[in-house]
């Protein structure tokens, strides 16, 4: 098993910085790729990054990218996503999750087996 817990969720302007961090224990072996989802109001969840194990491969939504980036410290066993110049539809509760599974991409939720808690991100406008 792996347990997963978010951090660095807040409330931010439009056009403000936030950085999440998720921590993960037990089992870390089993986070070839750590991603990150998202889930606003009403709506599915959905796809925001992910990163394999060595970070030599990330992966981002269109609505995201050149804004986001995500980084992994395997050492201490954390993933992070920082996100820049955030716009009011970033309003979300931001998921960590993680997958062993090597042979799909790691973009649908499917793929994922373990999931944190969730922070809030709230951006005003």
């Known amino acids: 098993q792996v347990q997963l817990v978010e951090s660095g969720g807040g409330l931010v302007q439009a056009g403000g910085s936030l950085r999440l961090s998720c921590a993960a224990s037990?089992?870390?072996?089993?986070?070839?790729?750590m991603g990150w989802f998202r889930q606003a109001p009403g709506k599915e969840r959905e796809f925001v990054a992910a990163?394999?194990?060595?970070?030599?491969?990330?992966y981002f939504a269109d609505s995201v990218k050149g804004r986001f980036t995500i980084s992994r410290d395997n050492a201490k066993n954390t993933v992070a996503l920082q996100m820049n110049s955030l716009k009011p539809e970033d309003t979300a509760v931001y998921y960590c999750?993680?997958?062993?599974?090597?042979?799909?991409?790691?973009?649908?939720?499917?793929?994922?087996?373990?999931w944190g808690q969730g922070t809030q991100v709230t951006v005003s406008s």
């Open positions: 999750a993680a997958t062993n599974d090597v042979a799909r991409l790691p973009t649908r939720e499917y793929v994922y087996d373990y």
């Open positions: 037990g089992r870390t072996r089993s986070t070839y790729y």
């Open positions: 990163i394999s194990w060595s970070g030599s491969s990330t």
